[in-house]
Structure formats: structure tokens, C-alpha cells
Nanobody, 113 residues
Framework: QVQLVESGGGLVQPGGSLRLSCAAS????????MAWYRQAPGKQREWVAQ???????NYENSVKGRFTISRDNAKNTMYLQMNSLKPEDTAVYYC???????WGQGTLVTVSS
């Protein structure tokens, strides 16, 4: 059974940074593209970034230049480094095995002064 577990969320001031982690088990992690999504209060879940099995990355326009997605296949873990955070980045962040219905439980990021 595939499991994804996110961690690293929390409260941060505008302009601050956080690094989210997504630990995968029960799957051949290195063979799969992985993605981060987020869902803000009262809004639909939206795609944030994706990384292919080979390391090619793509980003939603509002996070380009601020967020960096990466992966460590030896640790079966994906990361999202978030810099220059804004209040509008406040959301529950989810990791996902790309193109699948496999999701983590989410981790809350709150950007507020």
C-alpha cells in the first residue's frame, strides 16, 4: 500500500521561508513523477509544482522564482523549498504521485504577521 506523509508546515511571517517534505513508502518512488498541490480556505485544490522521475521541474506561475521542488530518491522523499512567502500562500499543502489518486494527508502552511 502506497503512503505519502507530508511534514514541515507551520506559521511563518511574510517574507519568510519553509521547507516541506513528503516521505513515500510502498512505491517505487524513483520511477514516478511527483507533485505538490495546495488548497486555500474556501478554494479548490490547485497544482503548485511537479518533478519528473528524471528531475525535470515545472511550476505554477505565482510560485516561480520563489518555490523549488526537489527529490532525493535514496531517501524516497520529495521537498518543496518555499521562500519569500506571502499571505496568499496560506493553504494546506498536499503531495501527490503525479497522474494518480495517491495523496498525502496534507500539512498546513500559514503566512501571517
Amino acid at each position: 500500500q502506497v503512503q505519502l506523509v507530508e511534514s514541515g508546515g507551520g506559521l511563518v511571517q511574510p517574507g519568510g521561508s519553509l521547507r516541506l517534505s513528503c516521505a513515500a513508502s510502498g512505491t517505487l518512488f524513483s520511477a514516478n513523477a511527483m507533485a505538490w498541490y495546495r488548497q486555500a480556505p474556501g478554494k479548490q485544490r490547485e497544482w503548485v509544482a511537479q518533478i519528473s522521475s528524471g528531475g525535470t521541474t515545472n511550476y505554477e506561475n505565482s510560485v516561480k522564482g520563489r518555490f523549488t521542488i526537489s527529490r532525493d530518491n535514496a531517501k524516497n522523499t520529495m521537498y518543496l523549498q518555499m521562500n519569500s512567502l506571502k499571505p496568499e500562500d496560506t493553504a494546506v499543502y498536499y503531495c501527490n504521485v503525479a497522474y494518480s489518486a495517491i495523496w498525502g494527508q496534507g500539512t498546513l502552511v500559514t503566512v501571517s504577521s
